[in-house]
């Protein structure tokens, strides 16, 4: 299988970093507060350090969301987030996970995503299918929207916000989780029948994006265009979904 070394030390990479996160959840530790809000802690930074390493097997670029960009002009590219989620593992709520994409001309071709606390492992190579811990998953096939459960991801400070609210009023829930790759594996999973978000980070989506497209699940911009790691607004749904989303949020802006 194509991919299939990288794989293999990606899962091990997160679970290595898996174990670390488990040690320190329910702890208390030192806050480093970044732009926007954004916060880290030094398990974040522990996490990254182990999966760097064993990454670095392969000499590819590396952008991580603590280390920054080391970039080896090669055609393959590992995208990082070491702990994805970190206010909800600081408040001790157990939506996070360690988030690991292999990225080719910006867009994935393998993802892994782990929730170390329940022991969750979604993983997908382009074109094999997406899979939660080595079974087949597939995104759900509702189609009555007025049902629709969706996740988003923007900060409440975000005038988007109170947008997403307003022209969603009509399904059956908005959810605000916390952590975007999860969310994406989620509706992969068909825990959740779509998902929104606004000024993501390449770390943020990079392998939830595949995981959910091989599940069946319609990945764009809110204009209907194709994405890539660096797209700044996305719309993940099955297609019988997607398409009502698409309507909602054509006119909202959010690409800032």
């Known amino acids: 299988m194509v991919y299939e070394k990288e794989l293999k030390t990606a899962v091990a990479a997160a679970r290595a970093a898996g174990k670390i996160i488990r040690i320190g959840f329910g702890k208390k530790h030192a806050i480093e507060m970044k732009e926007k809000k954004e916060i880290a802690t030094e398990v974040d930074k522990k996490s990254e350090i182990v999966i760097k390493k064993l990454l670095s097997k392969f000499d590819y670029s590396f952008l991580g969301e603590e280390t920054g960009l080391q970039d080896k002009k090669t055609e393959l590219e590992w995208i990082v987030d070491p702990l994805d989620g970190t206010t909800n593992f600081s408040i001790c709520n157990p939506f996070f996970n360690v988030s690991i994409g292999l990225v080719k001309g910006g867009k994935p071709v393998m ?8 022991d969750e492992l979604f993983t997908a190579v382009k ?25 988003f991801c923007t900060k409440i400070y975000n005038p988007e916000a109170a947008k997403l609210h307003t022209v969603f009023m009509d399904i059956k829930d908005l959810r605000k989780m916390g952590s975007a790759a999860l969310e994406l594996c989620y509706v992969a999973a068909g825990r959740l029948d779509g998902f929104v978000s606004f000024y993501a980070k390449p770390w943020d989506i990079a392998a939830g994006i595949l995981i959910a497209e091989e599940a069946g699940t319609k ?3 809110f204009k209907g265009k194709s994405i890539d790691v660096n797209t700044k607004t996305l719309v993940a749904a099955p297609q019988q979904m997607h398409r009502k989303i698409l ?3 054509s006119n909202i802006e959010g690409t800032k």
């Open 111 to 118: 993802g892994v995503v782990y929730n170390p606390i329940i």
């Open 247 to 249: 309507e909602r949020v």
């Open 127 to 151: 074109g094999k299918g997406a899979f939660l811990n080595g079974k087949r998953i597939f995104a759900t096939k509702k189609e009555d929207f007025g049902m629709a459960i969706l996740g």
């Open 219 to 221: 990945i764009t911009d």
